[in-house]
């Protein structure tokens, strides 16, 4: 009985398309793909680039010139069997080339890669957060701007995108044992802004 | 299966079977081996109380578009990514037979095709095009790259109607216009030249006002670059929205100013709004825009200050409103002059 009825469920549900065929469909010239792939990843995107940037127009831009040129080269595309993890590469080659050219061309602005890369969370924000009800969550980001920028990128990657180290070490251009270190030492440094309060809440929630 | 035994917190918060087990990802499998890998190593309690804290603490605040900007996106993203790839086909066959022969010959050819597209291609490369506006007459003019130019009273626009995409798209302007630039994905600049500057954007909304010997430029969204006709090695001039900058011919100095950016482009809906605009500048701009010539009686008039706003085709309106604001008599003239004089009667 039950066994009939996991078979007809997989004929009445569609299966969730896999990337490999998506990104084919899109390769072959399909619009619908393309839009679709659209739809799928264009919040995941723009997470990730405000990640890299705290820029929302210079990601925006990115964006959608990234979705701009993945039409016009779509017959000359290579296959992928992971979509979000192409894009993601695509995107971050992008933006970081954006704020690099932005840098060159704005030498007397005090306009520095560092300080974007390096979004500090301003005197209005730290308000906000104080006033803000989830005590635990403003400690947390908190911490977070104080790591660098590449350590809180490989973070983000690890834990929020749930990425392997050999994807993010390919995806920020560096050897596995960097994208270790980066993570290690991130995760040291978020250590040291434990407060003690934080550390009893844990030890009563947890167990 | 890893040796846990010697592990720090940073390792286990690194451990993927570890984060899994945190994030209450696991299967049943994985919390009882942790559960029991803690009975194992009651010591380890405090290392591992710091070790989930440390996954829960990589908590990233989420910044995700809203629906407006998808769907925004997305408008910008399809109408280049499709029009571009009609372009395309079009150029390529241009460019493979460039001599003016084939030119000439493919404009004849299109002439009994019922498209007559490449005649106006060709005709085009050679002529460049104008706009001109009268006497209280606005227009819209669509550029061939698909940006929006409204032309005010008594302007002139030129341009060049091959202007393309994806090289640098210029314009020259001589009176008022409020341009929408588009955006494109080759970045290509666009650049407005008036007798003294040069605006440079890749796509915005603004305002240039060359009259009366000077330039005026008010940004409305976007980013703007100004570089002075006749200072080229001055550094540019980087606008903000809501940045006016005007620039006199006379002077090499730039006046630049934080105003509300709609006010200078009111007109482009239709309407005359003034925000303590004084009497000489309303004078002014309907003389631009109406060739209506407003004469007033003596110069302590002239700063006096008007708030409001009206219809642009409804100036006798504004004529009753502002002689009621300052208790004025109009007085047409027979040169068809209108002379605002000061109200004797109480």
Known sequence: ?207 | MTDYSDFSAEDFAMDDYFIQWVKSSADSSTSEFWTSWLEQYPDKKDTIVQARQLVFSVDFEETFPDQKEVQSMWQVISDQAFEEEILERETSTTTIFRTQVFKIAASILLLVLPIGGGLYYWYSQQQEVSYLTQNGQVKAVLLPDGSQVTLNANSVIRFNPSLQTDQIREVWLDGEAFFHVKRTASKARFIVHTKQLNVEVLGTTFNVNTRHKKTRVILNTGKVTLTLSEHKQDPPIQMVPGDLVECKESEKKIMKKTVNPDTYSSWTQSRLVFNATTLAEIAEILADTQGIKLTLQDTSMASLQFSGSVSANRTDLLLLKLSKAFRLNIVRQPTGEILLEKSTHE
């Open chain 1, 1 to 207: 009985m039950k066994d009939k009825r996991d078979v007809y469920k997989d004929r009445i549900l569609p299966l969730k398309e896999s990337d490999l065929s998506l990104w084919n469909r899109f390769r072959s010239g399909d619009r619908e793909a393309f839009s679709t792939i659209y739809r799928l990843y264009v919040s995941a995107l723009y997470n990730y680039g405000m990640k890299l940037s705290r820029d929302r127009e210079q990601v925006k831009d990115a964006v959608q010139d990234l979705f701009i040129e993945l039409w016009k080269k779509h017959s000359t595309i290579g296959e992928t069997t992971n979509i979000k993890y192409y894009l993601y590469k695509c995107i971050r080659r992008k933006i970081i080339r954006n704020i690099e050219q932005s840098a060159k061309f704005l030498p007397d602005t005090g306009f520095t890669t560092e300080n974007n890369y390096n979004p500090v969370s301003s005197p209005e924000d730290l308000l906000i957060d104080i006033q803000s009800v989830d005590q635990k969550k403003v400690y947390l980001n908190k911490a977070l701007t104080h790591l660098t920028q590449r350590q809180r990128e490989a973070l983000f990657l690890k834990y929020y995108d749930s990425l392997s180290n050999s994807e993010i070490a390919s995806l920020m251009a560096v050897n596995e044992q960097s994208v270790y270190n980066l993570v290690y030492q991130g995760l040291q440094l978020l250590r040291k802004f434990f407060p003690v309060e934080v550390l009893l809440f844990f030890c009563i929630l947890s167990f």
